[in-house]
C-alpha cells in the first residue's frame, strides 16, 4: 500500500513545511502520493510533481476549494483514503485542524506531532509540552499520522517528474463558511523556518518596546518570536507566539529578550541549536537551557548588541 | 440556547512533571492536578455567552476516573449549572473520549459543544475535531473570538499565518485558544453553591462505547538533556562567543 499525503498551499505555492512532511512521510513508505486539494492550483500540482520523493500527484481542482475549509477538505479526502495505508500531513494549525476530522470518520485513533519515524507503525512523539518521550505503536489497520515539521529536513524540490492525475471533487459543506484571513505580510523570514529567531518576552514592558527587538531582528535577517504573555499583553500579534500552544521552532540561534522561561515557553525553543538568554532575572529558568546566558537589563543590552553586531565586518545571512 | 462544555483533569501546568523510571509513564501520584488551561477558557466563554442572555443552560461535562469529577465541580463554581461525569479508569484516547461525548450530545441536544483546544498533558489535539466529524457538524477550531448570532457563530481562529474568520451554523464545536477570555476565579459563595449542583455519573461502559486504545504506550522516556551552558559578562563576550565559538552569526 501506499502513503497519502495532504499538502498545504496557498493555490500559487507549497507552504514550506509540506516539504518537512514529505521527508517522513517516505520514511514510513516510499511510495508516497501528495493529495492536492484547490482552486485553479496547477502551479502547485506541477511544483508538488518536481519533488524527487513524490511518486504521484492526486489534484482536486474545483473553486469550492479556492479557501481551507476543514469539513471540505475532509470530504474529498475520505473519497480517495481507501487505497492508502497511511495518510499523513504536517501538525501545524492545517494539519492539526483538518487530521483529526479525516481520523474520526475512518475509525481511526490518530498519532499526533511525531518527531520521528521508528517504522511504518511506530513513532516517538513529545508529550507533556516535550518534558516526556513517547514511543507509541498504532495498532490501527490504517493510520493517521501527523508530523512535527521542524523534526525532519525538507525535501528536495526539483529534479522529479511525477505523474498528476486529475481525480474528482467531493460534495461541499453547507454550514461553514470562510470570511477571511489577516494575514501579516513580513518579509522577515517565516518563523517556523528562519535561521534564526530573536524572541521577546514580559521584559518588554510594551508593544513600543519591540523595536528593540526588530532593530536586531533586521540585522541578523532572523525571525521574531514571541512568548505567550508578550502576545497576551498585546505587545505583538499571535503568530509569532512560540511554545507548547504557539509555534514550535527549531533554528541555528534562538535569542530570548525578556522570557523567564515557563515551561510552555521552553516545549517550541528548547530543540535549538544555539541558545542565548538576556534576562535581568539570574535565576530566570530560561538560564537553564540556555548555552549563553547574559544576565542583564534588556534596555541596555539589546542597543549594545546592535552596536556590537554592526562592528562585526560579515554576519552569515 | 444550550452550551455543553467538556472539561479535562490534568496535570497542574506548573508541575514540573517527572517520568517514571521503569518507562511506563509519568508520575502522578501526589502530583498537583487541575482543569485543563484551556477548557476554562470554554468555561468561561459558556458563562460570558448565558449572561449576555443568550444561553439558558450550562452543561460541564469530563470523562475519566473518579477524582475528574473536580473539574466539573469547578466548572459549576464558576456558573455552569449542572455536570455530567463519564467514569471510565485508565488511559482514554481522544476518539473514543469524541464517541463518549457524541453520545452524551445525543442525549442532551446542545445548540453548542465548547472546549479547549488541546489538552496539555498529551498534547493531541484532537477531540473537538473528531466529535465534530462524528455528528457531522462543522467545527471551529483554535478560537480567539466568538460571535453568537441566532443561528450561526462567527469565530476568529489562530492559525499559523495570523487570524481567519469562519462562520459557522448551529449546531457546532468551538475549540477555544487561551487568548479567548480571562478565565474568573470562583468566588467562595460560589463554590458552596456548586457543591448542591448535580452531577450525573454515568459508566462509559454502559454508554456502549468502546474505550479500548488502538495506540500502544511502549515506553515514555526523559527527552536529551541539553549540555550546561554558560554565562557571559558582557554583551561583547556573548557576540565574540556566538562568532568564534558557537558560528552561527
Redesign the interface.
Known sequence: MSVLLIAEHNNKEVKPFTLNAITAASQIDKDLHVLLIGSKADDVAKSLSEVPLVKKVLHIDHEIYENYIAENYTAAILKHADKYSHIICSANTFGKNLMPRVAALLDISQVSDIIKVISPDTFLRPIYAGNAFATVKSNDEKKCVTIRPTSFEAAETTGGSAEIEKIDAADQSENTKFINREEIKSDRPELGTARIVISGGRGLQSGENFKLITDVADKLNAAIGASRAAVDAGYITNEHQVGQTGKVVVPDLYIAVGISGAIQHLAGMKESKVIVAINKDGEAPIFSVADYGLEADLFEALPQFLEELNKLNTIQK | MKILVAVKRV?D?NV??R?KEDGSG?VTDNVKMSTNP?DDNAIEEAVKIKESGKATEIIAVTVGEEKAQETVRKALAVGADRGIHVKVDGII????V?KILKKIVEKENPDLVFMG??A???????????????LN???A??A?KIEVSDKSL?VT?????????????TP?IVTC???LNEPRYASLPNIMKAKKKPIEQINASDLGVDTK???????????PK?KA????A???E??Q???NE?K??
Not at chain 2, 484516547?93 to 473514543?96: K, T
Not at chain 2, 498529551?122 to 475535531?129: K, L, V
Not at chain 2, 481562529?157 to 451554523?169: F, K, M, P, S
Not at chain 2, 486504545?213 to 527527552?223: G, L, T
Open positions: 496535570i501546568y514540573q512533571i517520568v509519568v484551556p484516547e481522544p476518539l473514543a469524541s483546544k488541546q496539555i498533558d498529551d498534547d493531541c489535539n484532537q477531540t473537538g475535531q473528531m466529535l465534530a466529524a462524528h457538524w462543522p467545527q477550531t483554535f480567539s462567527q481562529r489562530e492559525v499559523d499565518e495570523g487570524l481567519e474568520t469562519i462562520e459557522v451554523n457546532a485558544d487561551l487568548r486504545p488502538r495506540i500502544e504506550h511502549i515506553k515514555i522516556e526523559e527527552p541539553r551552558g554558560i554565562k557571559v558582557s554583551v561583547e556573548l557576540v562567543k556566538l562568532k558557537a552561527v552569526i
